[in-house]
């Protein structure tokens, strides 16, 4: 293999073992609900691990503040040391003038075992003589053939009208992480990931959205 040739192939082990995952998500909009976007979005962690509730929710919330969308977590309305009617629930959120409610359901996750190719290998021998002649010995070094553990999640996520209960919106993703990276930085990859997708689904309008509406309409008049 020539110099080059190793040295793309580094590259990309390299980009495989740094400290960053991929999320990728499909969804599908009720047809109802093609031109409505949510205002004020309630996020709700559906998992019995309290921790993974907690930051779960508490990451989606900072990812829609940072595009300039209302939100807040299901902890703050519904305590987790107390018990809702599904009635209760709608009153709080009501109240709130939260007008949608995002369901985070927890699916399988774990670590998927990949191992990288050996690419070349290198020997050093050494040649010590004594009164029976010589004694060689050697030792090959090889490039590559390492096993990685590359974390993964898999979510499915429903949008919910206060309102009325209907589900206005459904998805599911797989998230994949690298070897150098942990299940915070998947969940960070869909937390991120999932916002980009309201948006684009035309659910949600970030700040990023309404500047190229606010221009669109400006060239429009001028």
């Known amino acids: 293999m020539k110099y080059r040739q190793i040295s793309y192939f580094l590259a990309g082990i390299f980009t495989l073992i740094m400290g960053c ?8 909009t009720d047809p109802d609900y093609k031109s409505i976007q949510f205002k004020n979005i309630l996020v709700a962690a559906n998992t019995n691990k309290l921790g993974d509730r907690l930051s779960m929710e508490n990451r989606i919330v900072e ?9 807040i977590p299901s902890y703050s309305i519904f305590p987790p040391t107390r018990e809702f009617t599904d009635s209760l629930k709608k009153d709080l959120m009501i109240s709130s003038n939260i007008d949608g409610c995002l369901m985070v359901y927890f699916g399988e996750s774990g670590i998927e075992q990949v191992q990288i190719p050996v690419i070349g290998s290198k020997t050093k021998g050494t040649v010590t003589y004594n009164s029976r002649g010589a004694d060689y010995e050697s030792k090959t070094t090889y490039i590559g053939g390492q096993v990685l553990d590359k974390p993964y ?9 206060v309102i009325n209960g209907k589900m206005a919106w459904i998805a599911n993703s797989f998230t994949g992480g690298s070897a150098y990276s942990n299940f915070n930085t998947v969940y960070s990859s869909f937390c991120d990931k999932i916002v980009d997708r309201l948006s684009q689904d035309n659910l949600i309008r970030t700040s990023d959205d309404i500047t190229k509406i606010n221009k669109a309409e400006v060239d429009r008049i001028l």
């Open 21 to 28: 995952a991929s999320t990728s998500i499909t969804s599908f």
């Open 153 to 161: 999640a898999e979510f499915d996520i429903k949008l919910f009208d």
């Open 63 to 71: 990812v829609f503040a940072t595009n300039g969308i209302k939100s």
